[in-house]
Structure formats: structure tokens, C-alpha cells
């Protein structure tokens, strides 16, 4: 049986590849699955650098599988899938960069939220043609997509149906680089190999900027974690690291 998720470990830097060419990596129930699994493998491991998603060829992905599709309320089960894909990727203590070269349709712009950076070459775009097929998006995704890149980005999106560009996207704050057509996933690499500190300091950081994107920061709560963070042996060995580099007494 093919995989539908390919994956490699290199110097820390694992990267998953969308494998599914036949049907331009359509989000199918089967991948979806394997994805979930794949991340959850991927939390037992240690000493991990930082996690890049590509697809294949000159293709991101076409969105949900229509295969998968059969207009009855089993549909939620694609919506269900893809939330959990993010939230197992926003509970990774690594950054988690995505590469897209060509279509990011529908179901597989909202896979993005789960990424912290987003590298796309100048022929990537972004479409969600629910409007088209009838369809009310998952109103979790719609949350999320509000509060990673604003009313202007879904309207566009939704209402107007456009195709919109990572241009577009990165303007709305979104951290990435635009590059060169088929240089998305080098350059992801490239960002990934030079990021080294990635302990409990980034993944705190890390939640808590979720935390705030989604309106759920809770002031005394961050107060506490950052309170045991000050007098942790990660902060005291990086302080004496510094210290003695800088020749410091």
C-alpha cells in the first residue's frame, strides 16, 4: 500500500511530503488519517529540530477529496481531521514550516494554521471555493483563518471567491518568504537548519503566541509559566553559556 505521507528525518529537520500525485494531493479521509499519525509519531521523538509540509511536483493540494464527499452531515468528519492535523502540529515544541508551490485549495488552506512559517514560490495561490459547492465552511477553520489573517483576507477568499497570492497572505502578518517557482522547499530548509534553540523557551513561546492569535491569553496563567521559566536549569545553563562566551564573571 502507497503512503500517502512521506516522511524523512535529516539533521533533525523531518520533513513530510503530501503523496498523493494522482489526485494532485487531494485531502482524502485515508491521508488525513495517516497525517494524524504521523504527528503523533512524530511527538515521541526527540532531539528534533523542526517539522517542513511540501507536496509533490509543481502541486500543494487540491483540498478535499470529492471522493470522500457525499453531502450528508458525515462530510464533518473532513473538518474534523484537518483541525486535529493542526492542533497536533501547534502542540509540537519545534517551529513547523510549510512549502507551497502551485494550488492551496479549500481544505488545504486551513491546514496552514497549524504552521508557524509559511515559504510559498510565486506561482502558489490560495483558493477556498466553498460558496461554490454550496457549502457554510467549518466555522472553527473560519475562526482561525479570521484570526491569523483578518476580514479582508476571507472576504476575499469566501465572498468574492478570488485566488489569492502569498503575497496577499504575508501582508496580513503571517511570518514567510516568497520565493523563486520550485525553491519552496530549499528555502524552508534552509530557515529550518538555522533555527538551533528550540527547548521549553520556544515552545512556550510558541503557545503562547497561538494563545494570543486566538484570543485565548489568560494573563496570570502565562505569569506562572514564565515564573518557573526564570528559574529553570534550560535558562540557567543558556545564562552561564552566554556568560562564559562573552568572558562574563
Not at 535529516?10 to 494532485?24: A, D, E, I, Q, Y
Not at 483558493?127 to 476571507?154: C, T, V, W
Not at 497570492?165 to 538555522?194: C, F, P, R, S, W
Request: glycine share 6%; charged share 25%.
Amino acid at each position: 500500500m502507497t503512503n500517502l505521507i512521506l516522511s524523512e528525518i535529516h539533521s533533525g529537520v523531518c520533513t513530510f511530503t503530501l503523496n498523493n500525485p494522482r489526485k494532485k494531493n487531494a485531502l482524502s479521509l485515508a491521508l488525513l488519517t495517516e497525517f494524524e499519525n504521523r504527528l503523533e509519531q512524530l511527538q515521541k521523538k526527540d532531539k528534533l529540530r523542526a517539522l517542513i509540509l511540501k507536496g509533490t511536483d509543481d502541486y500543494f493540494s487540491v483540498g478535499a477529496d470529492l471522493a470522500d464527499i457525499s453531502g450528508t452531515l458525515e462530510d464533518q468528519e473532513i473538518d474534523d481531521r484537518i483541525m486535529r492535523v493542526c492542533n497536533l502540529m501547534q502542540l509540537l515544541p519545534i517551529p513547523c514550516l510549510v512549502a507551497v508551490e502551485g494550488p492551496c485549495v479549500g481544505g488545504a488552506v486551513s491546514i496552514l494554521l497549524g504552521f508557524d512559517i509559511l515559504v510559498a514560490s510565486e506561482n502558489a495561490y490560495f483558493e477556498i471555493p466553498a460558496i461554490k459547492l454550496g457549502l457554510l465552511y467549518n466555522p472553527d477553520s473560519m475562526k482561525q483563518l479570521h484570526a491569523r489573517f483578518g476580514s479582508g483576507i476571507l472576504t476575499r477568499l469566501f465572498l468574492l471567491g478570488e485566488r489569492c497570492t502569498a503575497h496577499n497572505l504575508l501582508q496580513t502578518g503571517m511570518a514567510g518568504e516568497i520565493v523563486q517557482d520550485t525553491k519552496a522547499y530549499k528555502k524552508a530548509l534552509k530557515i529550518a537548519q538555522n533555527i538551533t534553540d528550540t527547548g521549553e523557551a520556544f515552545s512556550a513561546t510558541k503557545s503562547l503566541i497561538i494563545a494570543l492569535e486566538n484570543g485565548e491569553y489568560d494573563l496570570s496563567h502565562w505569569k506562572n509559566i514564565r515564573g518557573k521559566n526564570l528559574c529553570s536549569a534550560e535558562r540557567i545553563a543558556s545564562i552561564n553559556k552566554i556568560k562564559k562566551k562573552l568572558r562574563i564573571e
